[in-house]
Antibody, heavy 113, light 112 residues
């Protein structure tokens, strides 16, 4: 069974940093594109970033370019999202997603002073 | 970015009756490989989104066949042939033909 478990969310001040992690199991992690998607009550669902199977290609939505970095560790079946220079509008539930078919339960990031 | 416009934004349906949700794209979703990467998701209250349909009309494993997807180019539809109580939630279309992948605003389904 595919399992994706996010961690690392929490409360952070504007301008701060946070690193999200996603532990994957139940499938061959190194054979799949992986993604981060976020959800806010106001803006709905937004695709944040994705990364190729071997980590050689990465794509970001414009609103996070230069601030967020997606990475992966295929040895440890883990996906990461390093978030710097956080803004109030980054407040959301962040989901780890395999392809577009399997979603984790999400981790809440709140950016507030 | 591709804009997906769903209608209606809310739907109140009697149990056992059909429901239909439209998703219109600001540009064609036909990829260079000939496939159309239009997906439908269901998000039940308090849960993560769950993919129901991919490539316009293909069922995800375990999805009841009362759900069906159709359409082409820029115009797509999700139909539920007979609404059940467990179908309550928000439905989203999503395209992954173009980067960035984008979602519709969501359609909230409730039981009348």
């Amino acid at each position: 069974e595919v399992q994706l478990v996010e961690s690392g969310g929490g409360l952070v001040q504007p301008g701060g940093s946070l690193r999200l992690s996603c532990a994957a199991s139940g499938f061959t992690f190194s054979r799949h594109w992986m993604n981060w998607v976020r959800q806010t009550p106001g803006k709905g669902l937004e695709w944040v970033a994705n990364i190729k199977e071997d980590g050689s290609d990465k794509y970001y939505v414009d609103s996070v370019k230069g601030r967020f970095t997606i990475s992966r560790d295929n040895t440890n079946n883990s996906l990461y999202l390093q978030m710097n220079s956080l803004r109030a509008e980054d407040t959301a539930v962040y989901y780890c997603v395999r392809g577009s078919s399997h979603w984790g339960q999400g981790t809440l990031v709140t950016v507030s002073s | 970015d591709v804009v997906l416009t769903q209608s209606p934004l809310s739907l109140s349906v009697t149990l056992g009756q059909p429901a239909s949700i439209s998703c219109r794209s600001s540009q064609s979703l036909v990829d260079s490989d000939g496939y159309t990467y239009l997906n439908w998701f269901q998000q039940r209250p308090g849960q993560s989104p769950r993919r129901l349909i991919y490539k316009v009309s293909k069922w995800e494993s375990g999805v009841p066949d009362r759900f069906s997807g159709s359409g082409s180019g820029t115009d797509f539809t999700l139909k539920i042939s007979r609404v059940e109580a467990e179908d309550v939630g928000v439905y989203y279309c999503m395209q992954d033909t173009h980067w960035p992948k984008t979602f519709g605003q969501g359609t909230k389904l409730e039981i009348k």
